[in-house]
């Protein structure tokens, strides 16, 4: 009986051969051993082999390759091959298999990741092409090769070579790589800042570097730099100590090194360039000494003393290190025996072992032990050692550092202390304490925090911080401690709403602390609840009381309207008084300038009358007389148009020029100035502009004009009489001041003289109103300022706008 499939497709092919023809038989036997010699191949074959059909389903795969993905043959076979591919690399899978069966006639690879039974990942590299069955059938025939080592590999290369990148650039010495003709192919940040840039040129212009030789002074030519001597003569050049002037002209010294770089038949295809700074090392130099003082301090204030233990037991220690075992370097020498006799008895076996330890060539890590100090105090002290090795690792010594840590130990007690307090404090706290994790769960309450909610401790920790929280809160503060819990906020404080157990809503002020871990990633929250209840209900009561005082507020805020806009109506009654008193003194002004005319006018109606009748009166002389006496009525007649213009109330602002403002308030009032022998003297600066009301800037004048002149009326004065108008700019502002030689105003009332109803004269010559009224317009209505102070013959007004 056939004992395998093999044997059995044997015996069916010599049945066949017994009664088919001779060729026949030969040609079948040579079919079936070629089958056989494959299917060995198949079978014993160290590489992965697949047959797929046209579906990608798997026909057979030999036992290697099943095995290495882990299974049995007999389970890969009737499976898509898709599902042994990684989920990220199956689209592209299918792409190169369709490829395939589109060119059969082409052998196709690709390299993607397997996953095996047991979930482990292979890379492999697959060589397939579509093949022919014996009957005829189209296939693909998949080998294999596992190539995940030689992709850890290309791994390892692509990060040894961002390494060897990255090393470049953090190196602190310039490295610079150059062509066969000297040309820069790359340079590291520290070349960069060296040279202060780069000059990517070949040797021909080295010439734009410049450097001179550190022990002669000499330039360096382009064909002597030691990147030219290294691409031309293949000489390597080293810590050639030269001076060069960077290319923002600071003036180095740098040493300078060149390696020229060969292919494989040892031809030059560029170098390697050097470059370090050494600027700084002869102040480096002289600063040495500086700085193993500062050693000594910094060792003395972190109480850290440094030793050598060479392998003959001799010792040598820093001075700090005297002072932490209490040791003076006159009476105490350090060997082993003498040291272990400073260590505490219990901690000497300890000590022992770790000395021994570096004696073996091993690298024992910390040891803290503690030492004994002559006067008995105990102190805890950090060692540390380092086995120091010649360049042929032979050991030399031992050398460490040995830090007192009494304090820290003294901390990390005190650091004990204070868990165990806060564990006390979080269970006595008077107000809920809780720590929450970073999904929100309830990681540890205290009692008060289940008093607040109404919930068993045990009940609380089944919850999460969003299921007692009121839901119009959620969204609201869920953000906060979301960000908090990501690390993206260390701490807030918000008041919100906890739903408790009973349904009832209390208020609570919610504050989150951040805790992280050692790695600084966040681990959970502290948070702290508040019962706020009472507060937010006496809150609301307070808010009630604002809004009935703000009613009220706003009453108020109507009387106070009423209130002044019936000021401003009082003060524009001052000003309208102001005003009248004005025309007063200006009617008085109109009869002055009008005597003269109106005498001459008299004249020449006498004139008429007396030469009516005789030979010299006829229509020439008739005419002339007329003419005269039409001019004389045409400047009164001004005179009257001019008043009116000038109390002619204004309801806009205007811009209008000032100079011109001052030369209409003097044509109205220079005569009757002149006629009580008071000279007005005008000095015009500059000519300037400003916006407001014209007519009521002269008034201010006039009333300051007046001022003026009651002034001279009420002194005596033997000089003459001048008031001096002053026309400027001052930081953009215009100003006109008003002085005279007057004697100036009493300091005792200077202070009020702009107050309402105030007058130093008489009340026959006087109402107190009209500079009130002038201040009011200069700086209520136009936004400027009116003063008034003393200087040396008199007052001088200032008005600012």
């Not at 697959?126 to 596992?146: F, R």
Request: proline share 3%; with cysteine.
């Amino acid at each position: 009986m056939p004992t395998s499939k093999f044997e059995q497709e044997k015996r069916g092919l010599d049945k066949r051969s017994k009664t088919g023809q001779p060729g026949r038989r030969k040609a079948d036997n040579a079919l079936f051993f070629s089958e056989a010699r494959y299917r060995a191949l198949f079978r014993d074959n160290p590489t992965m082999i697949f047959t797929l059909d046209t579906s990608w389903t798997i026909i057979s795969a030999n036992p290697f390759g099943a095995s290495r993905m882990g299974y049995a043959a007999e389970e890969l076979e009737g499976q898509s091959v898709l599902k042994l591919f990684h989920e990220d690399d199956r689209t592209a899978v299918a792409d190169q298999l369709l490829r395939c069966l589109k060119n059969p006639s082409e052998v196709h690879r690709w390299q993607f990741r397997k996953i095996r039974k047991d979930g482990g990942v292979l890379w492999v590299e697959e060589i397939a092409q579509a093949v022919y069955d014996l009957n005829g059938e189209l296939n693909l025939l998949v080998v294999c090769q596992d190539v995940t080592e030689r992709k850890r590999a290309e791994q390892d290369l692509e990060e040894q070579e961002a390494l060897l990148r990255n090393v470049l650039e953090t190196l602190p010495i310039g490295v610079w790589i150059i062509d066969a003709q000297g040309t820069i192919v790359h340079g590291n940040q520290a070349g960069q800042r060296i040279w202060s840039g780069a000059r990517y040129v070949g040797i021909e212009q080295y010439g734009e570097y410049k450097g001179w030789w550190a022990d002669t002074g000499k330039s360096i030519e382009p064909q002597e730099w030691a990147a030219a001597r290294a691409v031309l003569k293949g000489e390597t050049s080293l810590d050639e100590e030269i001076d060069i002037e960077s290319f923002d002209g600071t003036r180095k010294r740098i040493l300078h090194s060149a390696v020229p770089l060969r292919d494989s038949c040892q031809r030059i295809t560029g170098a390697v360039i050097i470059n370090q700074d050494i600027s700084a090392r002869v102040e480096a130099e002289h600063a040495l000494r500086r700085q193993e003082a500062d050693l000594r301090k910094a060792q003395e204030i972190a109480k850290l003393g440094s030793w050598t233990y060479d392998m003959s037991g001799r010792i040598s220690w820093s001075d700090e290190l005297y002072r932490i075992y209490g040791a003076s370097p006159e009476t105490f020498t350090p060997n082993a025996d003498s040291f272990l006799d400073l260590i505490h008895p219990d901690d000497r076996s300890a000590m022992q072992a770790w000395i021994d330890a570096f004696s073996a060539g091993e690298r024992p890590g910390e040891l803290v032990f503690r030492t004994i100090l002559p006067d008995g105090t105990v102190r805890f002290i950090s060692g540390r050692g380092e086995l120091v090795a010649d360049f042929g690792d032979r050991q030399i010594h031992l050398a460490g550092t040995a830090q007192d840590i009494t304090e820290r130990k003294q901390a990390e007690e005190a650091l004990a202390r204070s868990e165990s307090a806060f564990r006390a404090t979080f269970e006595q706290a008077a107000v809920g304490m809780a720590r929450v994790a970073t999904d929100g769960r309830w990681l540890q309450v205290n009692q008060r925090l289940c008093d607040i909610v109404g919930y068993a401790r045990d009940e609380l920790l089944t919850l999460t911080f969003q299921d007692i929280t009121h839901p119009d809160d959620v969204d609201a503060d869920s953000g906060h401690l979301l960000q908090a819990l990501a690390g993206d906020l260390n701490s807030y404080s918000k008041e919100m709403r906890f739903i408790r157990k009973d349904r009832s809503i209390v208020w609570i002020n919610f504050t989150v602390g951040l805790v992280r871990d050692s790695v600084g990633a966040p681990a959970y929250a502290i948070c702290v609840v508040e019962e706020i209840t009472k507060r937010k209900r006496a809150e609301e009561a307070l808010a009630e009381k604002q809004r009935l005082l703000e009613e009220v507020n706003l009453s108020l805020e109507q009387r106070v309207a009423e209130t002044v806009l019936e000021s401003r109506k009082k003060d524009e009654i001052l000003i309208q008084q102001g005003r009248q008193a004005a025309m007063g003194e200006m009617i008085g002004n109109i009869a002055h300038q009008w005597r003269q005319p109106l005498n001459t006018l008299g004249l020449i109606v006498q004139e008429l009358q007396m030469t009516y009748g005789r030979d010299e009166f006829n229509k020439e002389t008739l005419e002339t007389s007329v003419k005269k006496a039409m001019g004389l009525i045409t400047h009164m007649s001004k005179t009257i148009e001019d008043f009116r213009n000038y109390f002619k109330p204004e309801k806009e602002k205007m811009p209008f020029n000032v100079n011109q403002a001052v030369a209409t308030t003097l044509s109205l009032v220079e005569p009757s100035f002149k006629n009580l022998d008071i000279n007005i003297e005008v000095i015009e600066k500059d000519d300037t502009d400003i916006y407001g009301y014209a007519n009521e800037y002269s008034q201010v004048l006039l009333n300051i004009l007046l001022n003026c002149k009651d002034a001279f009326e009420e002194c005596d004065v033997d000089k003459r009489r001048v008031i001096v108008i002053t026309v400027f700019k001052e930081n953009n502002n215009s100003v006109v001041t008003v002085s005279d030689n007057a004697g100036g105003i009493p300091e005792k009332v200077i202070g009020k003289i702009f107050d309402p109803y105030f007058s130093t004269k008489g009340p026959d010559k006087g109402t107190g109103i009209g500079l009130f009224m002038a201040k009011t317009i200069i700086e209520k209505n136009m936004g400027g300022r009116l003063a008034v102070r003393n200087a040396a013959d008199g007052a001088e007004f200032r008005i600012e706008v």
